[in-house]
């Protein structure tokens, strides 16, 4: 099988975290297309997935740069002509702090990447996917929560748009799966619970062997 004939693999915010073990657990069948912003990050990703005998292509741009990811649907459709998942992990948290002191800055941020580039995505990657094809997004629920403001905010209205899409398209495809992985120990948690013993947490290569497998993929 060739990269051109196996399976693929979108995975938007693939440089760390759930994003690269979700990379990593679906190389063995797919080609990975990896978006991250950290061309290091990619890289290093892309060695471990050649080690153990799979294949991506890396593409390292923000996802709220319209235009560049225009570009790479463009290239996918030019080289597969469609994607058989789509698994997006990409996602901005600002600094926790009291509603009434959150900024323009870390707002626009929030908003751009969590909502803006979610609704902006799914028009583009639409195109790409067939009724056999999945594209899977990740619930992590802090709306109301005290400090929250801003990421508990955008990921709702994140989530609000995607249950639409799921609703709009449960009879005719694409399957539209929203996930909810257990608290996991990665850079983001850490920002948002300095401290906090990461003992318990769920390590992110593991919740998404579970979170695949839960979803037959």
Request: net charge negative.
């Amino acid at each position: 099988m060739t990269v051109e004939t196996q399976k693929t693999a979108l995975i938007t915010g693939a440089s760390r975290g759930l994003g690269a073990a979700l990379a990593e657990a679906l190389a063995p069948t797919h080609h990975i297309i990896a978006v991250g912003r950290t061309t290091g990050a990619l890289e290093e990703l892309d060695d471990r997935i050649q080690a153990a005998g799979g294949s991506a292509t890396l593409a390292p741009l923000d996802v709220t740069d319209k235009g560049a990811m225009a570009h790479l649907c463009r290239s996918i459709f030019d080289r597969w002509g469609n994607l058989d998942l789509w698994a997006h992990t990409a996602i901005y948290g600002p600094a926790l702090m009291p509603t009434s002191d959150l900024d323009d800055k870390g707002w626009t941020r929030a908003w751009t990447t969590n909502v803006e580039a979610t609704r902006v995505l799914i028009h583009m990657v639409n195109a790409l996917m067939t009724d056999e094809s999945t594209a899977l997004f990740f619930h992590d629920d802090h709306a109301g929560e005290p400090f929250f403001a801003g990421y508990g905010a955008s990921k709702a209205a994140q989530m609000a748009l995607v249950r639409s899409w799921a609703a709009e398209n449960a009879r005719i495809g694409p399957r539209v799966v929203i996930a909810e992985p257990k608290p996991l120990a990665t850079a983001m948690r850490s920002r948002f619970f300095p401290g906090e013993n990461r003992a318990p947490l769920a390590a992110p290569a593991d919740e998404a062997a579970r979170i695949l497998t839960d979803l037959a993929i």
